[in-house]
């Protein structure tokens, strides 16, 4: 199995794996199975459109619009978070 998403895969969060406000330490982690994982705002921002109807595809149009950039470079990054994610079972994808 590959871990690279395809442009029409529609990652989301499984079962258990959440996004919430830490209010202990300030800030947004990602919530796992006896694990929280800080998230910096670029982590915020690529999760923040991880809903489970969003394309790859689209969550990199989004951003790319967001921040002005280049949706290629965007691309690039998006596709190392998620698929990172992915390998440690914290994201699924529809295809």
């Given at each position: 199995?590959?871990?690279?998403?395809?442009?029409?895969?529609?990652?989301?969060?499984?079962?258990?794996?959440?996004?919430?406000?830490?209010?202990?330490?300030?800030?947004?982690?990602?919530?796992?199975?006896?694990?929280?994982?800080?998230?910096?705002?670029?982590?915020?921002?690529?999760?923040?459109?991880?809903?489970?109807?969003?394309?790859?595809?689209?969550?990199?149009?989004?951003?790319?619009?967001?921040?002005?950039?280049?949706?290629?470079q965007i691309?690039g990054d998006?596709?190392?978070?998620?698929?990172?994610?992915?390998?440690?079972?914290?994201?699924?994808?529809?295809?």
């Amino acid at each position: 199995m590959t871990l690279a998403l395809a442009p029409t895969d529609r990652p989301y969060l499984p079962r258990g794996v959440r996004m919430i406000t830490d209010k202990v330490r300030g800030g947004t982690v990602l919530l796992c199975p006896e694990k929280a994982i800080a998230l910096d705002t670029i982590g915020e921002a690529i999760l923040s459109r991880v809903d489970g109807s969003a394309s790859f595809k689209e969550i990199v149009a989004g951003l790319a619009e967001a921040y002005d950039a280049p949706a290629e470079q965007i691309a690039g990054d998006v596709q190392r978070f998620l698929a990172g994610l992915r390998a440690r079972m914290y994201l699924a994808v529809h295809p």
